[in-house]
């Protein structure tokens, strides 16, 4: 059984035919069919069953599927294992919320690259629950998260810091003098809001409990929550991290929030069966070092 018809295996599922996979692997469709074929042979039992131009696993290519993927891996891990004491190299797939990718993760990844040239890294901005099934099925390598729901006992999490929240408001706003502000202060007002999970689930929280009535605006992108502040649209409730310049100036202000003390989490994460590749190590190494910094700046 070799590795490349399990690999000319793989795409053929993947790809429901074998034109499409001769065409993603390089080969002709002669070439994938003997590939298949042979494989047949060596598990005495056949892989697809043909329906039409498309084909289907059967229930024997189903199975052996599963196992050839976990083969492929272990491959790889073994190839890797063995350039343990050279330059770190390979890929390495990062997932993040929108906050962490814009506003945590560039100096990190800028030292990274300027270190270990040799690492193609991939990001891909996703929502949290995205990122988590996206974990789980073993596509991101790490993954970035703010204050994830319960991840399972098959992810590995690591606490990085803290991040402070704070409401925001356009200078000269009605709310801008008073000491403190509560929930029913907010009655009334336009809470520009980013995708559900997290922080806005914090405020929403509080604005149930109290029976204050909100307009609300969900927006996709931290930048056009700030654009729209600023321009008198509503509030908003976000991590210091992404409006710390913004206060900084004065274009915008940080209203005194009567639950100042509420936080989320900004945490690292990837499949406990996930082998840490020396370039996945070398990148975690240098994600703990800057969150060390990340703390004192809150």
Same mark, same amino acid.
Request: glycine share 6%; proline share 4%.
């Given at each position: ?6 690999? &000319? ?6 790809? !429901? ?6 065409? %993603? ?27 039409? @131009? *498309?084909?289907?696993? $059967?229930?024997?290519? %189903? ?5 050839? @993927? ?22 390495? =797939?990062? !997932?993040?919320?929108?906050? #962490? ?5 560039? &100096? ?5 690259? +300027? ?7 991939? =990001?891909?901005?996703?929502?949290? %629950? ?15 998260? *703010? ?9 590995? *999490? ?5 991040? $402070? ?20 202060? /907010?009655? !009334?007002?336009? #809470?520009? =809001? &980013? ?6 689930? /914090?405020?929403? +929280?509080?604005? @149930? ?34 409006? +710390?310049?913004? =206060?900084?100036? !004065? ?16 945490? /690292? ?30």
């Amino acid at each position: 059984m070799e590795l490349r018809n399990l690999k &000319t295996f793989l795409v053929v599922a993947d790809c !429901g035919g074998f034109t499409r996979a001769g065409e %993603q692997l390089g080969y002709t469709q002669s070439t994938v069919t003997n590939h298949v074929r042979a494989l047949e042979e060596a598990v005495g039992n056949r892989l697809f069953d043909r329906l039409g @131009k *498309t084909v289907v696993l $059967t229930d024997a290519g %189903q199975h052996l599927a599963s196992y050839a @993927k976990e083969i492929l891996q272990l491959y790889q891990e073994a190839v890797d294992s063995s350039r343990l004491n050279m330059e770190p190299s390979g890929t390495v =797939l990062i !997932g993040a919320n929108e906050s #962490l990718m814009v506003y945590r993760l560039p &100096t990190i990844l800028y030292e990274f690259k +300027r270190m270990y040239p040799n690492v193609h890294l991939i =990001l891909q901005p996703s929502e949290s %629950q995205e990122l988590n099934n996206e974990l789980k099925s073993g596509k991101f390598d790490l993954a970035l998260f *703010t204050n994830p729901e319960k991840l399972g006992s098959d992810i590995v *999490t690591n606490d990085l810091v803290k991040e $402070t929240l704070v409401m925001i408001a356009p200078p000269g706003h009605r709310l801008c003098d008073k000491a403190i502000i509560t929930p029913d202060d /907010l009655e !009334g007002e336009v #809470l520009l =809001l &980013t995708e559900s999970g997290s922080y806005r689930d /914090l405020l929403e +929280r509080w604005i @149930k409990e109290e029976g204050v009535g909100c307009s609300r605006i969900a927006f996709w992108n931290i930048e056009a929550i700030k654009q729209s502040v600023k321009c008198g649209l509503g509030l908003s409730y976000l991590p210091l991290m992404t409006v +710390r310049d913004e =206060l900084e100036r !004065g274009s915008l202000i940080e209203l005194p929030w009567v639950h100042s003390e509420e936080f989320v989490t900004t945490q /690292l994460a990837y499949h406990k069966d996930k082998w840490l590749t020396p370039a996945m190590n070398k990148l975690i190494e240098i994600i703990e070092k800057h969150a060390k910094k990340w703390e004192s700046e809150d």
